[in-house]
């Protein structure tokens, strides 16, 4: 089938083309501009590996065109609603099925201890078995075929084949698309469709498309309302906006200069365009898979603390950690002038040289615990510099007696929990302010490698059993010294 | 390449679509554990750290919902998949921030993403190994070990089961990377989780 020769759009995403043409119609004389009849599209799926003979092109009008988008977009919605599990075994090509068995993700990988991701997997293989939906045309769309026939069907992971119903061409009924192909034909569509919405000729009334004769007629109202709302124009700036009548439709037909697009008189029931975009839920049907236990029994709380936690905005005291930092290598302790100490961005990522461990271990034990000060390998000569800084730092001359035992309760916390990451090569320092009950109210980490690895030091959440209330009350703050050789450090900063 | 540039129009249909939902707790620990593991394969794919998370929250003026790492971290952790005790329920409001943060990342990386979906369907075609693909290869062995070492399941998934859940989402990513990706992604939270969408979503 040949196509109108005038081309309005063309989308050519890397794997496909897509062209929107039009006739132009003798309306175009006595309107003084554009007017199209006949929207086409040709669609041509550009595969290198294929030779040109078996290049597959189709084409047809704007009501299929307008199926195509649907039944694509709604498509693409299931594959990516359907919810990626471990356990989940959908080969990657259907054709190659028995060959996957041995790719690592082939279809072996079926869950069996229901170790799923949001859900077990068994389960979830149970009721909706993977290859029997994949294989299924029902799971394509909901209706085994869309409007016009054109429906899509899953075949493995990377591959769906597009069944192209009223659209099939002598050779060709269903096209093979590779999840590229599928994602730029999907993205075609969109635009497509994107483009459409903003064309207001979409709407207009049925009477316009009714008869050749009609529409001479209308052509000639179209000219008288397009010349007074040529004048509105100039009064009311709003006028070539869509959606306000149809007489005004057509004045912003001419100020897009896009043309009209007067559809084939036998597509009579016109629908605004965008159908890919206003489709139902494509999985009409949707799983309800429950839960793993754990999920559901997870106690919350961190809910009613919705904010205390997090320091939100960057304050003198609040030191952030995307702050502007320094090398997270320092060679020397790094000092902000003007703040406290420990608030220096990456001055906390190397921890080890910006405390003594004797005024460490003497601040953050417990009396019993005092005597460990003895392993004070790291620096000491920083010790004295460091203490004249004063900022947070405990009082170099207050004695073990003033600590709380939290502060050796949140050591044995960490001991149990601190795994260094092979990878870390830095010490990793927080400071973190507690409530009277005994919980984190807010964790600031100190330096970049802190902040980046917070989620593998075990660290509770704000809000989260952490130690005993504090029987004086108050909000007492303290560090936390993560090694990369698996020692943990916590002492008081302020009490 | 598209633009990522989201008109007003399209902002204003993204809020009627978030507008209204209210999923349940389960849903909620669906939604976020869903898009904990979308996060997880950008990092894994494209070296996407906190750091760029954080910047893109900027960009997208959500920084007072993802303020700082740690905000960054308790969302994340927020997942019922994650190690460790105690969530934070997240809210709806910061499910799509992670949504909008997540689709504007992959649409940063879209070649990237593109490229590894592309090695994948010819080493598929050749029967051969993801692996042998280098790109792909430390996608999975990337992904793979930041799974083991922070979900609580990590240890007792099969490698193979690991392999799987990457390339599948590997291959999501690519579909989220477009254009109306945010879309597809909160759709397809929605539509894995048993809530119907919002019935004004016709207006996207």
């Known amino acids: 089938m040949s196509l109108p020769n005038s081309v309005l759009r063309r989308y050519t995403p890397p794997t496909c083309t897509l062209e929107i043409a039009a006739k132009g119609s003798p309306l175009s004389r006595w309107a003084g501009r554009p007017v199209l009849k006949q929207l086409r599209f040709q669609l041509s799926f550009d595969d290198p590996r294929l030779p040109p003979e078996e290049q597959v092109q189709i084409t047809g009008d704007r009501t299929q065109l307008e199926a195509l988008c649907e039944a694509v977009e709604r498509y693409v919605q299931t594959v990516v609603g359907n919810a990626p599990t471990p356990g989940q075994a959908v080969p990657l090509l259907v054709e190659s099925f028995d060959q996957l068995e041995s790719l690592p993700d082939g279809a072996s ?174 999985n009409s049907q949707p799983l309800d898979i429950p839960l793993p236990p754990s999920a559901e029994t997870l106690p919350s709380p961190g809910t009613g603390l919705p904010s205390v936690g997090v320091p939100r905005t960057p304050t003198p005291n609040a030191p952030v950690p995307s702050a502007p930092r320094t090398p997270t290598n320092l060679p020397d302790v790094a000092i902000a002038p003007s703040q406290q100490r420990s608030d220096a961005p990456g001055a906390g990522s190397n921890p080890s040289q910006l405390q003594t461990p004797a005024e460490s271990e003497a601040a953050g034990a417990p009396p019993n615990a005092a005597r460990s000060s003895g392993q004070s390998d790291t620096l000491p000569s920083l010790s004295a510099p460091l203490s004249q800084e004063g900022g947070d730092r405990p009082d170099p001359t207050s004695t073990a007696f003033d600590t709380i035992p939290q502060v050796a309760e949140a050591r044995t916390f960490f001991q149990e929990r601190w795994q260094p990451p092979e990878s870390l090569e830095q010490t990793l320092e927080y400071r973190l302010q507690l409530g009277a009950d005994g919980t984190i109210q807010r964790i600031i980490p100190l330096g970049r490698a802190a902040g980046d690895y917070i989620d593998r030091t075990g660290m509770p959440l704000p809000g989260e059993p952490f130690v005993s209330p504090i029987e004086t009350g108050g909000s007492p703050q303290i560090r936390i010294v993560l090694d990369p050789n698996g020692r943990v450090q916590t002492f008081l900063e302020s009490p | 390449m598209p633009s990522t540039v989201k008109s007003p129009r399209s902002n204003a249909a993204w809020e009627e679509l978030t507008s209204g939902i209210q999923p349940d707790p389960a849903q909620l620990d669906n939604i976020k554990a869903q898009l904990d593991l979308v996060l997880l394969a950008l990092e894994a794919l494209a070296g996407i750290g906190s750091e760029a998370m954080l910047r893109t929250a900027a960009e997208l003026n959500l920084a007072d919902v993802v303020a700082d790492r740690v905000s960054l971290w308790r969302l994340r952790q927020s997942s019922p998949l994650r190690k460790g005790q105690g969530r934070k329920r997240l809210d709806i409001e910061e499910a799509r921030s992670l949504v909008l943060i997540a689709c504007h990342l992959a649409n940063q990386h879209q070649e990237l993403i593109r490229r590894a979906v592309g090695l994948l369907e010819q080493l598929a075609e050749q029967n051969r190994e993801p692996h042998q693909a280098a790109l792909l290869g430390d996608y999975l062995d990337n992904f793979s070990n930041a799974y083991q070492e922070r979900m609580e399941d990590g240890e007792n998934t099969l490698p193979d089961q690991l392999t799987h859940l990457a390339l599948k989402l590997l291959i999501d990513l690519l579909f989220y990377s477009a254009p109306n990706g945010s879309r597809r992604l909160w759709m397809a939270l929605l539509d894995r989780t048993g809530i119907a969408p919002h019935p004004s979503e016709s207006d996207l």
């Open chain 1, 109 to 282: 990988g079926r869950a069996e201890n229901g170790i799923a991701v949001t859900y077990p997997a068994n389960e979830y293989a149970n009721e909706n078995p993977v290859n029997e939906s994949y294989g299924d045309e029902n799971y394509a769309d909901g209706n085994s075929t869309g409007v016009a026939g054109i429906h899509l069907k899953p075949k493995g992971l990377l591959s769906h084949d597009l069944c192209l119903g009223e659209l099939s061409t002598g050779e060709s009924t269903v096209v093979r698309l590779s999840a590229l192909q599928l994602f730029d034909l999907a993205n075609a569509l969109d635009e497509y469709s994107a483009e459409a919405i903003a064309l207001p000729t979409l709407n207009r009334p049925t009477w316009f498309n009714a008869t050749p004769a009609w529409a001479k007629v209308a052509a000639v109202l179209v000219l008288a309302v397009g010349v007074s709302t040529a004048i509105v124009r100039f009064v009311d700036p709003y006028a070539g906006q869509p959606a306000i009548t149809a007489a005004n439709e057509d004045t912003s037909e001419t100020a897009t200069t896009e043309g009209i697009f007067n559809e084939d008189p036998q597509n009579t029931a016109l629908e605004p365009l965008p159908s890919g975009k206003d489709a139902s839920p494509p």
